[in-house]
């Protein structure tokens, strides 16, 4: 799986930029974890199956700090732990007791808990945190959670769930009640349910191991709040297919057929209605070998083109790209994948304006790159449609746009980024050093001299820009007795 696939454009711009704040990597088994330098030190793992990320930041999952995490490990700069883990498995008693107590000094909740799980009564604990519920009772509840017996578990499990709302509230209500309430870790963050939330998690897992240990699946398979970790699990559960076939709603017992190792193609089938199609999109990276075998079986036109964009199959891209509107809307992430399509098309040299104009059409939030944006738009002779999809804000891309609007009709190019004011008004000078590459290239230096006397109150104080200007685009601007003196090198 890619990172553009999980993660947001600008969450991976951001998270570039945090590469050298990430303070270690260590990989245990599929997972790595790392501590990472923001307005405080955060805690952050990616699991490298999923790519899904955790953090104790505000944002929670799939943060820029989970994205600088993955991308020191891609880069080869982590410990990874299998070797360290051998070494504890052949150790002794005594070597691993003098491990911990080395440790336990710097982590007193070690002795918390253990202390709570022997001195807490497990039934007065439940009373109580449903009488007295608070954000210090979540701690507590993590503590004995070992210790509860699965009918305590289910107990607590139907109670977070059923009442998640009103204890969230009041979590609310403590977090602007404690005196550091506007603290950078507060409720203003919207991180105040974070605890609880995994807690809810963990006690969910828990049930569902405990469930398959001791044989009590029977007592999970009608309980509604349980239902997503069994399909999250699903081949754990292959044995009560049938049983959820029939307690299961169609859509969960699709999801579920669909997470089984090998699921039948026939079987699944009979659960696809138009309602809940969008499962079938949403299981097409991890299970595009599937999707595919059911896209064929149905003859659904649409399905087998989106199996074609994850699978880059260009000659059933082209053969059904008719279908592109109707993937997009009903799969709007397929968008993830048309920056590898274009790379795709310009490798093999193929020409198609129709089939340029609709990839251009989707160059949302900066797409593609430079060279892709070339490529399409060196198709397509509507010089209306190119300046539609022309962006100031992606402008350091999009000006190969521009250049395009100038092979067209230069005039008619120059007025449209003369009349464009915003192009310069108020844009930091990395955002104008672009458009200025632009002219260059396309225009004389009269054009350039006359565009900057025409805007000068855009230059007379921005000494940065003036500086980047010259050693960038070889423009150099003066001012002098209160008029501008503009110099292009050629």
């Known amino acids: 799986m890619k990172l553009e696939q999980k993660y947001a454009d600008k969450i991976i711009e951001r998270g570039e930029e945090y590469l050298d704040s990430v303070e270690y990597c260590l990989k245990i088994n599929n997972f790595i974890y790392g501590q990472v330098r923001g307005s405080i030190k955060y805690k952050t793992e990616v699991d490298l199956n999923s790519l899904d990320g955790d953090c104790s930041c505000p944002y929670g999952t799939n943060c820029k700090h989970a994205v600088a995490l ?26 691993l007791k003098e491990i911990i107590l080395s440790k336990l000094q710097d982590n007193p909740d070690w002795v918390k808990k253990h202390n709570l799980r022997k001195g807490t009564n497990k039934s007065d604990f439940l009373k109580s945190f449903k009488k007295n519920f608070s954000s210090e009772l979540i701690g507590e509840a ?28 009041k979590l609310i209500e403590e977090n602007e009640n404690n005196e550091y309430a506007h603290s950078y870790d507060s409720y203003d963050n919207e991180d105040y349910d974070k605890g609880l939330y995994d807690l809810n998690e963990l006690i969910t897992e828990t049930i569902i191991k405990r469930a398959l240990l001791e044989n009590k699946v029977e007592k999970i398979l009608r309980n509604e709040y349980l239902r997503e970790e069994i399909i999250e699990n699903a081949e754990s559960f292959i044995s009560y297919k049938e049983k959820i076939k029939k307690i299961f709603e169609k859509e969960e017992c699709l999801e579920f057929l669909i997470r089984l190792k090998n699921p039948i193609v026939s079987e ?13 999109y949403n299981s097409l990276a991890e299970k595009t070998g599937l999707i595919k075998e059911i896209a064929r079986s149905l003859n659904d036109k649409t399905l087998l083109f989106s199996v074609a964009l994850c699978e880059k199959d260009l000659s059933t891209i082209i053969k059904n790209f008719d279908q592109f509107e109707n993937a997009i809307n009903k799969y709007y992430d397929l968008i993830n994948y048309l920056s590898d399509v274009v790379e795709l098309l310009n490798k093999k040299g193929l020409k198609n304006e129709e089939i340029a104009k609709k990839l251009l059409n989707r160059h949302i939030g900066g797409k593609y790159n430079k060279k892709q944006l070339n490529y399409l738009a060196s198709q397509i002779n509507d010089f209306d449609f190119i300046k539609k999809s022309f962006n100031k804000e992606h402008i350091e891309t999009d000006a190969v746009l521009l250049e395009r609007l100038a092979q067209i009709d230069k005039e008619k190019a120059f007025n449209f980024v003369k009349n464009k004011k915003e192009l310069l008004i108020g844009r930091h000078w990395s955002n104008i050093v672009p458009l200025f590459n632009f002219l260059k290239k396309c225009y004389s230096s009269q054009v350039i001299k006359n565009y900057v006397r025409d805007n000068q109150e855009a230059f007379r ?23 501008l003196i503009v110099e292009v090198k050629e």
């Open 142 to 169: 993590e503590a004995v959670l070992p210790d509860l017996t699965f009918e305590q578990l289910l107990e607590l499990n139907n109670y977070i769930s059923k009442n998640y709302d009103d204890l969230a509230e």
């Open 268 to 280: 699944v089938k009979e659960y696809i209605e138009e309602s809940n199609e969008v499962i079938l």
């Open 70 to 95: 993955y991308l020191v490990y891609k880069k080869g700069k982590f410990w990874d732990a299998e070797d360290f883990i051998k070494s504890l498995n052949k150790m002794g008693h005594g070597e």
């Open 461 to 483: 104080t921005s000494s940065h820009l003036k500086k980047h200007l010259k050693e960038e685009c070889g423009i150099f601007i003066s001012q002098k007795e209160g008029n």
